[in-house]
């Protein structure tokens, strides 16, 4: 439902003036509005193809074999070749969903507001990011359910440091990758805040890195690469890491209509300020169609219980 604007008008009381502090009166000072690069939604970084759907919907292929059915045999002079055939993947189909929402903005709010002109600007970022972060959540989940195989790791905050064993978990996610022979080059790890924390901690991690460098952790605060895997640390992850093929595992399928009044904001974000001059408002809103799409589920492989 549209709210209305919150901050009551300055009432005086003897010589005390009460005002709130979302006026304009007395100097305020705005707080930077977070984007999506702040939050770390990551989904879109990781299904990094783009698909684009006019019918409401995706069909594609998962897990196509890249070799024919049969064993290549030895011809022999003047005999015919063995015929093979080429196998496709399963056949699947996602639908496109709408996700959307709008906020009401009177003028009173735009005009008195402490943000002053920026008011418009925060409201609608508010709503894109709000967009962003339900594609995120779905997203993950759909890559969750995808992934081929699950292997249940040591804890990385165990409270004996000799039990903590994150390289180990992670190289031997690489290669289960590896051993489904299907050409996937695991190139990025997905964690959670508190798993990053651990990997920052790892003593074992720390003992194999450039000692005398100043891109060293302890200096930066950071750990962009771990076992040639870029690190993207992300809330939408709890107790689990993800190890993956980001150019194989897939990516999101927008539909682009052409309707009328809407400008592209963040990650595929559909903006549109609508004026309602019968009541002196701004509706803001933002949209994306879109839906998941995890064409290899091989290239995905979930560790769980590294963190508690």
Do not use: C
Request: glycine share 6%; aromatic share 6%.
């Amino acid at each position: 439902m549209p709210g209305t604007y919150p901050a009551a008008a300055p009432t005086l009381s003897g010589d005390t003036l009460t005002i709130s502090r979302l006026l304009q009166n007395p100097a305020f000072i705005a707080r930077v509005l977070r984007t999506f690069r702040n939050l770390r939604f990551v989904s879109d970084q990781i299904l990094t193809q783009r698909f684009r759907s006019n019918g409401g919907a995706v069909l594609y292929d998962q897990s196509e074999p890249f070799v024919s059915d049969r064993t290549v045999e030895a011809v022999a002079p003047g005999s015919e070749y063995p015929f093979a055939s080429l196998p496709t993947g399963t056949a699947a189909i996602a639908a496109i969903v709408k996700w959307g929402q709008k906020h009401r903005l009177t003028d009173e709010e735009i005009a008195r507001s402490a943000y002053a002109g920026d008011a418009i600007g925060r409201s609608m970022q508010k709503v894109v990011n709000s967009v962003i972060k339900q594609v995120d959540a779905v997203s993950m989940s759909a890559i969750q359910s995808a992934a081929a195989d699950t292997a249940t790791a040591g804890t990385w905050d165990n409270a004996t440091a000799a039990n903590r064993k994150p390289l180990d978990d992670i190289l031997l996610g690489v290669q289960r990758i590896e051993d489904r022979n299907q050409g996937y080059t695991p190139d990025t790890l997905v964690v959670s805040p508190k798993a990053y924390t651990y990997l920052m901690l790892s003593e074992l991690i720390a003992t194999l890195r450039q000692r005398e460098s100043t891109d060293n952790p302890v200096y930066t605060g950071e750990i962009e690469k771990v076992a040639g895997l870029t690190i993207l640390k992300t809330p939408a992850l709890t107790t689990s890491v993800l190890v993956l093929d980001s150019k194989s595992l897939g990516g999101m399928a927008d539909e682009m209509d052409g309707a009328p009044g809407y400008a592209v904001s963040d990650l595929a974000v559909q903006v549109k300020a609508i004026r309602h001059d019968d009541l002196d408002a701004w509706d803001l809103q933002a949209r994306r169609k879109t839906v998941p799409v995890v064409l290899e589920g091989g290239a995905v492989e979930e560790i769980t219980g590294v963190v508690s």
